[in-house]
């Protein structure tokens, strides 16, 4: 069974731009959340996505937003790019939401650099 | 407000010997707690979790103690191997209605490093 996958792996913008950040779960797996890894920050979640709907969301300003397609692939968005955005973007699936532990597989992630 | 703490950035242990890492949180809404641990350039893998309710729970080599009064849990692993050598998180999450466990909250990390 493939693990999750994000694309790109790697990204280098400029202040000011604005990027997208591809996920694509397990196959069978609804929920997909976000989290953002910075070494003053450590791992922070963005949002949480089951059947297209956002159930959550992190304390993160509005430039950071995110979508989930019927296929439960998700896609996340950063507008307006500052310096503090370069970090390792995280893209977690589960089975399930809701009802237990919720056993989150993480795929490798996408390294944001912001020039 | 840092809710999960891992006041250890490192810990050095010898192959075959016991490795603890601990763990403290001070949201007492917290329902579950999991461990992950991390290798550069990979994302997180689950190692174990423990329920609220639960004051242990064992899989394998690896022991997750509960002690919900002092708001803290450690991760025993035992014997430990140089391929533990990683980045290990502790994670809390909130039971919101049932609704969703998808909010995991993260402590720093704590690098592990095991010696042959």
């Known amino acids: 069974k493939a693990g999750v996958t994000q694309t790109p792996r790697y990204l280098i913008k400029t202040r000011g731009q604005q990027v997208t950040l591809s996920c694509s779960p397990i196959?069978?797996?609804?929920?997909v959340s976000w989290y953002q890894q910075t070494p003053g920050q450590g791992l922070q979640f963005l949002f949480e996505y089951f059947s297209e709907t956002q159930r959550n969301k992190g304390n993160f300003p509005g430039r950071f937003s995110g979508r989930q397609f019927s296929n439960s692939r998700s896609e996340m968005n950063v507008s307006t790019l500052e310096l503090g955005d370069s970090a390792l973007y995280l893209c977690?699936?589960?089975?399930?939401f809701g009802g237990g532990p919720n056993e989150q597989f993480f795929g490798p992630g996408t390294r944001l650099t912001v020039l | 407000d840092q809710q999960v703490k891992q006041n250890s950035p490192s810990l050095s242990v010898q192959e075959g010997r016991i490795s603890i890492l601990n763990c403290d949180y001070t949201n007492s809404m917290f329902d579950y707690f999991l461990w992950y641990k991390k290798y550069p350039a990979e994302g997180p893998t689950f190692l174990i979790s423990?329920?609220?309710?639960?004051d242990k729970n064992e899989d394998g080599r690896f022991t997750v103690f509960l002690n919900k009064s002092a708001k803290h849990l450690s991760l025993h692993i035992v014997p430990s191997q140089p391929g533990d050598s990683a980045v290990y998180f502790c994670a809390a999450s909130v039971d919101a209605g049932g609704t969703s466990y998808g909010k995991l909250t993260f402590g720093q990390g704590t690098i592990l490093t095991v010696h042959p």
């Open positions: 423990i329920s609220s309710i639960k």
């Open positions: 196959s069978g797996h609804r929920s």
């Open positions: 977690a699936s589960s089975l399930r």
